[in-house]
């Protein structure tokens, strides 16, 4: 069933397009010298965007558009379809950040040959990999859950980049508490995808919540994973209470 989604993207035109920015994104970002400048671009973020918002907050209502929807609502396996296409949107952001990151490897290891003696900065780098999995991911099952309950693909593109956006604003909102809008400050997608090299600094800091030191690596990734499963759990209850009903 996922395979048959990802040719189906493929053989469209949206596909093709989204194949071209992939490699002409690789292409433009082999001239860099150094892998952890490469993996943090801003330019490369912006264009991991776009594919995954394309794919994603189309990933349900392209099937309205040509009311293929009421065919699968109708059928057997309607929740396989409907839990295939989350599956998808689930581990395209990694399919397609991980042949990134294996293509500026292999550019990087060809170039300055294997690292010596950098253990602390490998361990950045995975810090820095893991938190933008779980950022690409999260944004794609958002979106294709705004897919699902969207009508149209403009309306679905809308509402994502909404919420992209969404905890950015938060911290323009003054009258919430210090330590929320400390949290927000970081834990924010349109800082983590233009700045990613801020949140390491901070990960080996304490923060303080209800008059308690928490270390702030369990504050920020326990939000990011919270609300990866939220979204998850939200595209289910979709399936369930809406779409099916």
Same mark, same amino acid.
Request: charged share 5%.
């Given at each position: 069933m996922i395979i048959w989604e990802l040719k189906k993207i493929f053989k469209c035109k949206m596909g093709?397009?989204?194949?071209?920015?992939?490699?002409?994104?690789?292409?433009?970002?082999?001239?860099?010298?150094?892998?952890?400048?490469?993996?943090?671009?801003?330019?490369?973020?912006?264009?991991?965007?776009?594919?995954?918002?394309?794919?994603?907050?189309?990933?349900?209502?392209?099937?309205?558009i040509s009311n293929v929807d009421n065919i699968i609502l109708s059928s057997k396996n309607k929740f396989n379809v409907l839990y295939s296409k989350l599956t998808l949107a689930i581990i395209l952001p990694v399919i397609i950040y991980g042949c990134y990151l294996g293509i500026e490897f292999l550019t990087q290891l060809f170039q300055c040959g294997l690292p010596i003696n950098e253990e602390i900065k490998s361990i950045n780098l995975l810090l820095k990999i893991g938190t933008m999995t779980l950022v690409f991911i999260s944004i794609s099952?958002?979106?294709?859950?705004?897919?699902?309950?969207?009508?149209?693909?403009?309306?679905?593109?809308?509402?994502? &980049? !909404? #919420?992209?956006?969404?905890?950015? =604003?938060?911290? $323009?909102?003054?009258?919430?508490?210090?330590?929320?809008? *400390?949290?927000?400050?970081?834990?924010?997608?349109?800082? &983590? !995808? #233009?700045?990613?090299?801020?949140? =390491?600094?901070? $990960?080996?800091?304490?923060?303080?919540?209800?008059?308690? *030191?928490?270390?702030?690596?369990?504050?920020?990734?326990g939000i990011l994973i919270s609300v990866l499963c939220i979204g998850i759990l939200l595209c289910i209850i979709t399936f369930k209470k809406l779409l099916t009903r």
């Open positions: 093709l397009i989204i194949l071209s920015l992939f490699v002409l994104n690789s292409i433009a970002m082999s001239f860099f010298k150094n892998f952890e400048h490469r993996i943090n671009s801003p330019l490369m973020s912006i264009i991991m965007l776009i594919i995954i918002l394309l794919i994603s907050s189309n990933i349900y209502t392209s099937e309205k099952v958002f979106a294709s859950l705004f897919s699902f309950i969207s009508s149209t693909s403009l309306s679905s593109i809308s509402t994502s &980049l !909404i #919420f992209l956006s969404l905890g950015k =604003i938060l911290t $323009l909102a003054k009258f919430l508490p210090n330590t929320l809008l *400390n949290i927000l400050s970081t834990v924010n997608y349109v800082d &983590l !995808i #233009f700045y990613p090299n801020q949140f =390491i600094y901070l $990960l080996s800091t304490n923060i303080n919540i209800f008059g308690k *030191n928490v270390g702030f690596v369990y504050v920020f990734y």
